[in-house]
């Protein structure tokens, strides 16, 4: 018999990874733009112009410098 919670849970779809560049730091925290030109307010450390990856509210790491391309669907 399966886990009737595991089957659940595998129904509700992982928060998705976005990347963006840091517009202003503050303690803890910073503002990042998304390439749509939206903005987040995120939990980490950054630096000015630098590119990250975002899950969930919260700075994953660093992200390549790569040229961006948004495509909607």
Sequence with gaps: MANLFKVFKDLI???PLFVGTVVSVE???CVVQLPGGAYLTVRGNGVVGQK???R???IEGQAPNLTV???EV
């Design 69 to 71: 391309q948004v495509i």
């Design 56 to 58: 969930d509210g919260v």
């Design 13 to 15: 779809p992982d928060y």
């Design 27 to 29: 303690t803890g925290k």
């Design 52 to 54: 990250v990856f975002i």
